[in-house]
């Protein structure tokens, strides 16, 4: 693959006084989330960065005011964006048993026109990506769904989504880690813990890991 | 570990805070800390501790504390009318408490939060290097919950400088708690607004919803329509503000989400976050756009306030 020359499409923009965001594309991309995750690592090397976090194909940056402005950091931003990344790790894989068992799963096949063992047969076949990391503590966006299974989000967001939830949305699927409010679409669920509060650090999925779901029975 | 003062009653919510855990927001725990940060500082400070010390947030009203041992304190932040064994006593400022002293507080005056700092620092579970209370996950501070009857508080150490009370910082130069204009530079999605929402948004008042806590204010008022496709979900901030589909601005605080997906229109810098940490539910706001160059100077004139008590 060669490097890539330029980076047209990198857009940096303040967040505040102490962080920035840079954006590399706008596509839900797997090259993308790759340099992102490679430039927030490089980030975080450096003494004025406090914290540099990848998201699907940025990075939001938190720095230290006291030693570097935004500008400082927004062209360092764009020489190192310049540059071919290190090659990336294949991430680690996860095999995750999942019941399909979920409050969702009958309407999600029948809006999908599916059965419920084609809708299992679909998720369960593809190894999805960690796009990133965040949102609250242990969730992970994994992708890309496959079409046929893309549903807009719920009109009306379940108040409290049981922990260990496997379900989908957009483009997207994911596990509830934590008893939260959610308006993804429930199709199953796992007893695997992807919140771990007392390992360091405390999430099972970090971003560039890859994720594949197995039918277990009830 | 000395035990310093007992928890008569914990007053209505408090909490163990520093200054939050940015290192462990890439596994999306939120960073935490104080919401004040500007008065967590002064009141470490103002007892000889470094900033970065655990104080305890106080949100809506104040703690009834008893001293087991002879301490110095300092209260900072919102004004909670501060008493020592019933007598009216000075908040910015290091008070010393004999044994069986009592800290209690009358009615709210002004502001949300205030901030109680121990000479010595305050002891705390640790969590993901930091000392900051998270509800969410149950680590931190006090087992990772809110303070309650019949704790006690202890300090790890003797203060790093000899703590003297009657030390103070003066009303001049804290953050301007009385003005509720908040300023902000212009988030990355702004052009996600049309000019008329722009100034809609900047020119306007907002009041906060009874949805505002530690994790961000929903903020009533000019409802702001958006363009443009959905977003890729990124790194938030404290201080930002994002736009839902509903129109209805979020101002971020201390436990916001670590990411989103919905357009910010414009972050809160980090001179104002002090005042907007110290508004209640009912409050009108205001946001004010300034540039890059004034949010520094406004962080400097804090950081010098804070420098002339170390």
Known sequence: ?218 | VTVVLHVQDPGLFTTIQDLGRLNAISAGVQPGGAMDRFAHSAANLLVGNDPGQASLECTLSGPHLVAEHACVVAITGADFDPQINGVGAPSWTGLFLAPGDRLAFGARRAGARIYIAVAGGIEADRWLGSSSTNILAARGGKEGRPLKSGDTISIAAGPRRPAVSGRGLPNAIRPDYDDHTLFAVAGPQIKRLTVEGRSLFFGSTYRLSNNSDRMGYRLDGPLLATSGDELLSFGLVSGAVQVPRNGQPILLMADAQTAGGYPVVATVVSASLPVAAQLLPGDEVRFAEVTLERARQMRQTLESALATLR
Not at chain 1, 24 to 30: A, K, P, S, V
Not at chain 1, 69 to 81: E, G
Request: with cysteine.
């Open chain 1, 1 to 218: 693959m060669p490097p890539p020359r330029s980076t047209p499409r990198l857009r940096i923009q303040p967040l505040g006084d102490t962080a920035l965001l840079a954006e590399l594309g706008t596509r839900l991309d797997t090259a993308l989330n790759t340099r992102a995750i490679a430039l927030a690592a490089a980030l975080k090397k450096r003494r004025d960065v406090r914290q540099a976090i990848a998201g699907y194909a940025s990075v939001t940056v938190h720095f230290d005011p006291d030693q570097a402005t935004y500008d400082s950091l927004a062209a360092a931003i764009r020489r190192l964006a310049a540059t071919r990344p290190p090659m990336a790790e294949p991430g680690r894989l996860h095999r995750i048993p999942v019941t399909y068992d979920g409050q969702d799963l009958d309407d999600v096949a029948a809006r999908l026109q599916l059965s419920r063992q084609k809708v299992i047969e679909i998720h369960t076949s593809a190894i999805y990506r960690v796009f990133l990391v965040g949102f609250v503590p242990g969730w992970a966006y994994l992708g890309p769904l496959a079409e046929a299974l893309e549903l807009p989000r719920r009109q009306v967001p379940r108040t409290l989504v049981p922990a260990g939830s496997v379900a989908i949305a957009g483009r997207q699927t994911g596990i509830y880690p934590l008893p939260t409010p959610g308006g993804w679409h429930l199709i199953g669920r796992t007893n695997v813990k992807l919140f771990l509060p007392d390992s360091d650090p405390p999430c099972l999925f970090r971003a560039g890991d890859r994720v594949k779901f197995f039918a277990t029975q009830a």
